[in-house]
């Protein structure tokens, strides 16, 4: 690592995503002599990150309050444009670091580029193809690649979407997902409380069943068949389902008419990091629309059946650890049986090799940071004057 004056990096977190991807960097910088790490937490998904962000020993150094009641994407993108703004204006910093593709990256990519600070995108090259769906996360990681300076993409075909777009060869790193290191940070330490019932107390004979519904394009009649699909898996296999429910009202109002009392199906408040790393441990099978999820199921040898039409971590699916069945409930229930019913696929999902990782991306991420910030600052004319 660098010398003796460390580089301040603004690190950039809104959403539980972004804690959980952006929390092994900010670690790595804490515990290296050449970083000087500032977190700022615009509170997009405030009541979700606070807790987790303690839990994965992240310290806020800025708290923002940009959370509002069924809040619009207009209202969120200007409150999060100004009030990042003058956080970086309160700087010096060399360089902001923003994660993936919510609108807390896209705003702070975008403050760093009006202050002329270089931007490192964590998680780049992701795409679905469709510049809609997910909608606005396509539209949000393809401006942030316009915008970035290092693009850390987690995949080699991530990696070479950034190519394809023009993004220049010398500009994108490979680093692996910081997913994985967070994953294997978190069960190395056996963190977590599961939400299945244990072991002695269990009441089912079928599969234990993780299930996330949340994805903007799915909300309406979509995720009402999707839960009815759901809760008709459960009972044709005495499933033990889990479902940690997303505060939004669109979702809740959609999921809790649906499975609020279905005897097969436990719905949770959203669990924390922690907890649900250790559900999804000890799950047979997830079925989510969620992103993450189809990175953090494989990591723990888990198959994932991906309830939408695209997705953007298609390095899942070719490994065989994934199976995107999109929205049709007939078909998602179809597939859900076929593969608890054909143990052999189970197994073949579960023993495929991790497509995201070997959980060092942090530490691939800082070596190249510290590597171009130094050269950048022994460019500077203070520095270039000092020399003998």
Known sequence: MSGSCPHRVLVVVGTRPEAVKLA?????????????????????????????LSALQVRVDVQLDV???????????SRLSGQLGAVVADGPYDAVVVQGDTTTALCGALAAFYAGLPVAHVEAGLRSGVLT??????LNRRLVSRLARWHFAPTLPAGTNLLREGVPVGDIEVTGNTVVDNLLWVVGRGLGTSAFAPEGARRRTGPRIVVTLHRRENQGAVMAALARAVADVADARDAEVVLPLHRSPAVRDVVLPVLGDH???????????LDFTATLSR????????????EEAPSLDVPVLVLRRTTERPEAVRAGAAALVGTDPDDVRRAALDLIDDPGALRRMRSVDNPFGDGHASARILERLDRDLTAAASQRPEAVAARP
């Open 133 to 138: 769906d997910p909608f606005p996360e396509e």
């Open 24 to 52: 092994p960097v900010v670690r790595a910088m804490e515990e290296a002599a050449g970083f000087e790490p500032v977190v700022v937490s615009t509170g997009q998904h405030r009541e979700m990150l606070d807790q987790m």
């Open 263 to 273: 005897p097969r199906v436990r719905i949770t408040e959203p669990l924390d990091y």
């Open 283 to 294: 799950a047979d099978l997830v079925l989510t629309d969620s992103g993450g999820v189809q």
């Open 67 to 77: 959370m509002r009641e069924r809040q619009d994407l207009h209202g969120l993108t």
